[in-house]
């Protein structure tokens, strides 16, 4: 690691001020909550802050459900979350996608919060070794495009950077029209999941439309029935301890045997949690008949690219749609 | 605290030790430890140092006042200043499980927190595991199930099932291969090191029955 200075801030106030302060690009200053992300970053020198901000103690780690829906306060580890009997209820889909994610010793320090606001697995990104990557160093050009690229995304991406999103948590939460509640030294707002993340056009470096000093308080998810019937598959090399290949969160509501207006995401796909609107119109009102799920999943690889190692998930992530929707049509 | 600089003859020497309470006799691989320690120790001169800051720890029931270049992770603190050297370093960046110690009674990653970051938590590492000479349920069932070879992962693989079993999560071997696939082995003593796991979780369920 770098030499740097550790402020432990008395309050949040305190804590956004440092980083308001600091500016954006390859910011001097970083914030540090459970630390599992920024430390491995700290280590291989990816990041390398004069100062780094801890908001340990200083966020919300309450979980609650009301009628409106779920909140999870930032600081909520990921074991939290998961265990929580009203999420693996009312959100079984947060629960899953939580407990597909990391370890079970990285699930008991990681917050929700940082879970959002991981950086990319692309190697190119984590290993310095490598001179050129846009999001590590801007302007030196991507050696994943014609690299090993088995990992990385096939939606979202451009001629400066393919690297793919990593949270599963995000994922889930995108397929449930989740908001992060957002703090910054001048007051809060409220963001849309699906429009934090930017795409990495010819910035790949700047990942969210947070602005500096802005830090995520919470998440918010809408109760509804299809919350309730949800379900997260996720497709990789080992079958635990591992990022996604691909993944599929399928949200479903059923009247009778057929589908109403549903919700997907599919992950490790895209440079951000990929929506796929054009598969779930042509969901709504269908059956489960396998055949009908085909045809609409396969609606999802329209505009699919390629890098020629990742060009199976294009074929992979319809076969991770069409099981995610038969394994919760099962599942009366 | 007074603190001392330990040779690295010393340094083997408390491993040996703290090693011989857990895994018997000479069975301690004292050399795999040792050029972990020295490649830490450069790549830590390497770079210049960063003010001091005080820290207060709370480790295996004692309180420890340090005063740390604010990088030190946990690891690091409780092996280069607490001389606890049973947390072993594999890869400091959260993926072998090697460094697993207990924080309020939950595994963690001891690698992926800084010292400074973990003030007031109770944590809780191999060495912290016996009562006196009584070794604790798992220990004794990685002893006589063989639940390692070289020995490096066995402080954190230990330490994680110890979590495993109390957190309910030991009931198959299937359920015990998910849950504990936050610590590598690469002698691949995987199938030991289930079957312990799998007698201590039982052993602990017919203690609280009786």
């Known amino acids: 690691m770098h030499p740097f200075t550790l402020e432990r801030p008395p309050d949040l106030a305190a804590a956004l001020t440092w980083r308001a302060q600091a500016g954006?690009?390859?910011?001097?200053?970083?914030y540090i909550a459970g630390g599992t992300d920024m430390i491995q970053l700290l280590q291989e020198h990816v990041r390398r802050p004069e100062r780094l901000v801890t908001l340990a103690?200083?966020?919300?780690?309450?979980?609650?459900?009301?009628?409106?829906?779920?909140?999870?306060?930032?600081?909520?580890?990921?074991?939290?979350?998961?265990?929580?009997?009203g999420v693996?209820?009312?959100?079984?889909?947060?629960?899953?996608?939580?407990?597909?994610?990391?370890?079970p010793q990285v699930?008991?320090?990681?917050?929700?919060?940082?879970?959002?606001?991981?950086?990319?697995?692309?190697?190119?990104?984590?290993?310095?070794?490598?001179?050129?990557?846009?999001?590590?160093?801007?302007?030196?050009?991507?050696?994943?495009?014609?690299?090993?690229?088995?990992?990385?995304?096939v939606f979202g991406t451009s001629s400066n950077c393919i690297a793919a999103h990593?949270?599963?948590?995000?994922?889930?939460?995108?397929?449930?029209?989740?908001?992060?509640?957002?703090?910054?030294?001048?007051?809060?707002?409220?963001?849309?999941?699906?429009?934090?993340?930017?795409?990495?056009?010819?910035?790949?470096?700047?990942?969210?439309?947070?602005?500096?000093?802005?830090?995520?308080?919470?998440?918010?998810?809408?109760?509804?029935?299809?919350?309730?019937?949800?379900?997260?598959?996720k497709v990789r090399d080992r079958a635990s301890f591992e990022f996604a290949l691909v993944s599929a969160a399928v949200a479903l509501d059923m009247k009778g045997p057929r589908i109403r207006p549903t919700r997907g995401t599919r992950h490790g796909v895209g440079t951000k949690p990929w929506r796929v609107p054009r598969v779930e119109q042509a969901l709504a009102g269908a059956t489960l008949d396998p055949a009908a799920l085909r045809r609409a999943a396969a609606l999802a690889a329209e505009g699919a690219q390629g890098f020629g190692h990742n060009d199976f998930k294009i074929v992979l992530m319809q076969r991770a749609i069409v099981r995610a929707i038969e394994t919760l049509g099962a599942r009366a | 605290m007074t603190r001392f600089a330990p040779t690295r003859r010393e340094l083997l020497k408390l491993g040996a030790v703290t090693g011989s309470a857990l895994v018997m006799g000479d069975a301690w691989p004292a050399p795999a430890d040792a050029p972990q320690a020295a490649t830490a120790a450069a790549s830590q001169s390497a770079e210049p140092a960063s003010a001091p800051i005080n820290v207060l720890l709370r480790v295996n029931g004692r309180e420890h006042r340090l005063a740390l270049d604010p990088r030190t992770t946990l690891l690091d603190a409780l092996r280069e200043h607490l001389h606890l050297t049973g947390s072993k370093k594999g890869c400091g960046l959260g993926q072998c499980g090697a460094c697993t110690v207990l924080m309020d009674g939950k595994r963690v990653k001891s690698c992926l927190s800084l010292a400074a970051l973990v003030e007031g938590r109770e944590i809780t590492t191999i060495e912290g595991l016996a009562r006196g000479d009584e070794l604790h349920p798992l220990q004794k069932a990685f002893i006589e199930r063989d639940g390692f070879q070289c020995g490096y992962c066995t402080p954190g693989q230990i330490m994680s099932?110890?979590?495993?079993?109390?957190?309910?999560h030991a009931g198959s071997a299937l359920q015990i291969r998910d849950w504990m696939s936050g610590n590598i082995c690469r002698c691949g003593a995987y199938d030991n090191i289930v079957a312990a796991i799998q007698d201590a979780a039982r052993a602990t369920r017919s203690t609280r029955k009786g």
């Open chain 1, 57 to 85: 103690g200083l966020l919300d780690r309450r979980i609650e459900i009301g009628r409106q829906g779920l909140r999870l306060g930032a600081a909520a580890t990921m074991a939290e979350v998961a265990a929580h009997p």
């Open chain 1, 107 to 153: 699930r008991n320090q990681a917050t929700m919060g940082g879970n959002l606001l991981q950086r990319t697995r692309c190697p190119y990104f984590r290993d310095v070794g490598y001179g050129a990557c846009n999001k590590r160093a801007p302007g030196s050009g991507c050696a994943a495009i014609a690299g090993e690229n088995r990992w990385h995304a």
């Open chain 1, 166 to 233: 990593a949270s599963d948590l995000a994922v889930a939460l995108v397929a449930l029209d989740a908001a992060v509640e957002v703090r910054a030294p001048q007051g809060r707002r409220t963001v849309p999941l699906n429009d934090l993340y930017r795409l990495p056009a010819d910035t790949p470096h700047i990942e969210t439309v947070l602005e500096p000093g802005e830090v995520i308080t919470a998440i918010t998810v809408p109760a509804s029935p299809a919350a309730r019937r949800s379900h997260y598959l």
């Open chain 1, 88 to 103: 693996v209820q009312q959100f079984p889909v947060i629960a899953e996608a939580l407990l597909n994610s990391a370890s």
């Open chain 1, 24 to 30: 954006r690009n390859d910011a001097p200053a970083e």
């Open chain 2, 161 to 168: 099932g110890v979590a495993c079993i109390s957190e309910g």
